[in-house]
T-cell receptor, first 109, second 112 residues
Framework: GQNIDQPTEMTATEGAIVQINCTYQ??????LFWYQQHAGEAPTFLSY??LDGLEEKGRFSSFLSRSKGYSYLLLKELQMKDSASYLC??????????WGAGTKLIIKP | TAGITQAPTSQILAAGRSMTLRCTQD?????MYWYRQDLGLGLRLIHY???????GKGEVPDGYSVSRANTDDFPLTLASAVPSQTSVYFC???????????FGSGTRLTVV
């Protein structure tokens, strides 16, 4: 079967750095997405990785290792508004998105 | 503002009744999707449409039907609602299936 694993919940301090990991086992791979979802709102696009390596976009970076079936989302200089759920999703061989259950990130002052 | 519009925002529905959740996009995206999101389970695909006139079943299609008469609209119908269909429903679209998905604001449905 297809599986995406992420930690259920993480806590970090305002101003710090946090890394959210995602491991996947899917039938094929055509890219990996990270989305942010604030409580009661729709998911919004953060990043897309299809090649190995690090993609940096402001305070957020996303890393991919296809050989290890592994990705992480790195958030720097954490702000209170970063409190949200972070969803990892993999595009499989049929170009369907397989979603992880999400990681709820709690930021403390 | 361009994007996806879902209606209604929330609804309480008696079991056994039918209901159609509406979804309209103005981005001319070919692909559209319906997901349900339940606590601890993440997003699960109900039905999808790669282009107008075609639809396909996702991971959890039972009890739901869709149609795609044109590019912009992708309604989701519950023929006879059951309490297990209580969930938050998101409509999404993408321009190629490989690009980022744009989501609607969701419909919170409670079946009692």
């Amino acid at each position: 079967g297809q599986n995406i694993d992420q930690p259920t919940e993480m806590t970090a301090t305002e101003g710090a750095i946090v890394q959210i990991n995602c491991t996947y086992q899917t039938s094929g791979f055509n890219g990996l997405f990270w989305y942010q979802q604030h409580a009661g709102e729709a998911p919004t696009f953060l990043s897309y990785n299809v090649l190995d390596g690090l993609e940096e976009k402001g305070r957020f970076s996303s890393f991919l290792s296809r050989s290890k079936g592994y990705s992480y989302l790195l958030l720097k200089e954490l702000q209170m508004k970063d409190s949200a759920s972070y969803l990892c999703a993999v595009v499989d061989s049929n170009y369907q998105l397989i979603w992880g259950a999400g990681t709820k990130l709690i930021i403390k002052p | 503002t361009a994007g996806i519009t879902q209606a209604p925002t929330s609804q309480i529905l008696a079991a056994g009744r039918s209901m159609t959740l509406r979804c309209t996009q103005d981005m001319r995206h070919n692909a559209m999707y319906w997901y349900r999101q339940d606590l601890g389970l993440g997003l699960r695909l109900i039905h999808y449409s790669n282009t107008a006139g075609t639809t396909g079943k996702g991971e959890v299609p039972d009890g739901y039907s869709v149609s795609r008469a044109n590019t912009d609209d992708f309604p989701l119908t519950l023929a006879s609602a059951v309490p297990s269909q209580t969930s938050v429903y998101f409509c999404a679209s993408s321009d190629s299936g490989q690009g980022g998905y744009t989501f609607g604001s969701g419909t919170r449905l409670t079946v009692v």
